[in-house]
């Protein structure tokens, strides 16, 4: 074999092997591309799944929470009714009283009446529009509702003395075991 017949069959082998090594790059930039528009699309259906589910519950807490408003506002008009009878047993012993409560019954009812007519969203945005124009009264009243929390915590009997007192009834028992012996 001449020199020029390894130098040619080198080169063809070069040649074989290069377009080889570029078959198997391009091959995987197409198969990275594949996978990366695979992964784009599962990724778009995940999210829309996750915002079709988390709509659904929204719709779903909105719905409950509208029915409880509606209970809240039935259980106002019952107290309101309640009031108005007790308003009329006290006409004869206090009239006085009786406007007051009678009063007081009244407002309840059409608070009442409002909260029946608003969803949630809606009670939700005049609070949040109160809050906007009377901060210091909604501080005031969160810290009157704090105040009066802790106060019931604190009268309330604590669940861990019992068992301080037993362990402090056994260590006693077992001190006085020791001054037996």
């Known amino acids: 074999m001449s020199n020029q017949d390894f130098e040619g069959a080198s080169s063809k082998n070069t040649r074989r092997s290069e377009s080889a090594t ?18 784009g699309e599962a990724a778009e259906k995940v999210k829309g799944a996750a915002a079709d589910t988390a709509a659904t519950l929204t719709g779903e807490v909105k719905q409950v929470l509208d029915r409880k408003v ?8 019952l107290m309101s009714r309640s009031a108005t009878r007790a308003a009329e047993e006290l006409e004869g012993q206090s009239p006085e009283m009786a406007n007051l409560v009678r009063a007081v019954a009244r407002r309840v ?17 005049t609070a949040s529009d109160f809050t906007r124009r009377q901060p210091a009264v ?18 309330s009997p604590s669940i861990a003395a019992p068992s301080i007192q037993s362990s402090q009834s056994a260590s006693s028992r077992a001190g006085g075991m020791r001054d037996v012996s």
């Open 22 to 39: 570029d078959w198997t790059a391009r091959t995987a930039r197409e198969a990275f591309s594949s996978a990366s528009s695979l992964a």
């Open 138 to 155: 909604v501080f005031g009243l969160a810290a009157l509702a704090g105040f009066f929390a802790l106060r019931t915590l604190k009268s």
């Open 70 to 77: 509606e209970g809240g506002a039935e259980m106002l008009g």
């Open 109 to 125: 009812d059409g608070f009442a009446g409002d909260l029946r007519e608003q969803s949630v969203d809606e009670l939700i945005r």
